[in-house]
């Protein structure tokens, strides 16, 4: 009902109270996940008698100081009030519910007519960082951000949401990158043809020296990161990463691979048909940030958890397509999808699986009274 009545102003909140409530009632799907993780250190604030300046100090003092302040924010204020998790994963909806529902409006806002075609890009959008995603709530809610700010500014020239995008790093201090990413984009300017042999040079990238990030980064970059960085890049954090690499199934690995398929294609026909859209400045800058931004992705991968900027840049390669094809009368950009629909269908369904079945319940489709009581 939501999708049908799109543009009445309604209804992008049907979405957001949704999100809200299935947070509300989230599923933590084992004891390995992010979200045991948050829940435990929101029950352990609770029970602790922390005071606002020793939580100061947690944030900005000494060798633990951080920059993703938003997260710890949250859940020390909640914990004055409450030790129920379920508070605050419903919190973590509201707030991943809003970003996330006007993102998926902000493509509603160009579609003039369903088709078979946007809407399967549609469902791949809307799927590639899905609403279970709030089992990893920083970072996965730092894309939406990031989006949800970066795409009108990139589109229209909208500077009022330069906010949201400096927000992200604040939620998860690794968006750093990406908006830095986006003020070169800013400052270099639509380079179409440079942007995309950057972008192809970076799939021949093979390995990267993680510990020579590693060292320039804490060289260049201010204290507060040092701590973060290390984390990241650690030798027991690099194992940590590939043990669980060599654990993945032949699915994930075909899923894997089936969406770099599909974006790169995607990616390809617009750029081949850019002198269809030469003309259009908000479609011609969205290539291009998407082309650069895709490659430094490509880039990251290499670095231990740096693949999630991969699900990141979909977000844009997905909305550039849905945008193109709106507009577009190139036949082979639609028939594409019809091809493709095997491959695309396989990787939502996937990424639907491999998290989501073990987060959604029973709860998430009754009423909530009733569970409260029960």
């Known amino acids: 009902m939501s999708l049908k009545n799109n543009r009445q102003l309604w209804s992008k909140n049907i979405i957001w109270f949704f999100v809200a409530f ?19 250190r929101f029950i352990e604030i609770a029970h602790t008698e922390l005071s606002s300046n020793s939580f100061s100090e947690y944030l900005y003092g000494g060798e633990n100081g951080t920059v993703d302040i938003i997260e710890p924010i949250i859940s020390y204020t909640l914990a004055q009030f409450t030790d129920n998790p379920q508070i605050l994963f419903g919190v973590y909806g509201i707030i991943f519910g809003f970003f ?3 993102n998926l409006w902000f493509l509603l806002s160009h579609n003039y007519k369903w088709s078979y075609t946007n809407f399967i890009i549609f469902i791949l959008f809307a799927f590639s960082i899905g609403i279970w995603e709030i089992n990893g709530f920083r970072f996965w809610c730092s894309c939406h951000i990031f989006f949800y700010g970066a795409f009108p500014f990139i589109m229209q020239g909208k500077k009022k949401y330069i906010i949201f995008i400096l927000l992200s790093a604040f939620m998860h201090f690794s968006f750093l990158f990406p908006i830095a990413i986006l003020a070169l984009y800013y400052f270099a300017g639509n380079r179409v043809h440079i942007y995309f042999i950057f972008f192809l040079i970076t799939f021949f990238i093979a390995e990267l020296n993680v510990s020579a990030v590693r060292e320039i980064l804490t060289l260049y970059l201010p204290d507060i990161f040092s701590t973060k960085i290390e984390a990241y890049t650690s030798d027991v954090y690099i194992d940590v990463v590939e043990e669980r690499s060599a654990n993945v199934t032949i699915f994930n690995t075909l899923s894997k691979y089936m969406g770099t ?3 790169v294609a995607m990616l390809l026909i617009v750029y081949f048909n850019y002198k269809k859209i030469k003309n259009s400045k908000p479609l011609n800058s969205l290539l291009s940030f998407t082309l650069l931004f895709y490659g430094f992705a490509n880039i990251f991968q290499l670095i231990p958890s740096g693949g999630r900027f991969i699900s990141a840049a979909s977000l844009f390669v997905f909305s550039l397509y849905f945008i193109y094809t709106q507009y577009s009368t190139s036949l082979f950009a639609r028939r594409f999808v019809y091809v493709a629909s095997p491959l695309i269908l396989y990787v939502v369904f996937y990424n639907f699986k491999i998290i989501a079945k073990d987060t959604f319940s029973l709860y998430t489709f009754s009423n909530p009274l009733l569970n409260s009581i029960f």
Do not use: L, T
């Open 22 to 40: 299935y947070g509300y009632n989230f599923v933590i799907p084992n004891e390995g996940a992010d979200g045991f993780a948050y829940q435990e």
């Open 100 to 102: 996330y529902s006007r």
């Open 261 to 263: 398929f599909i974006r």
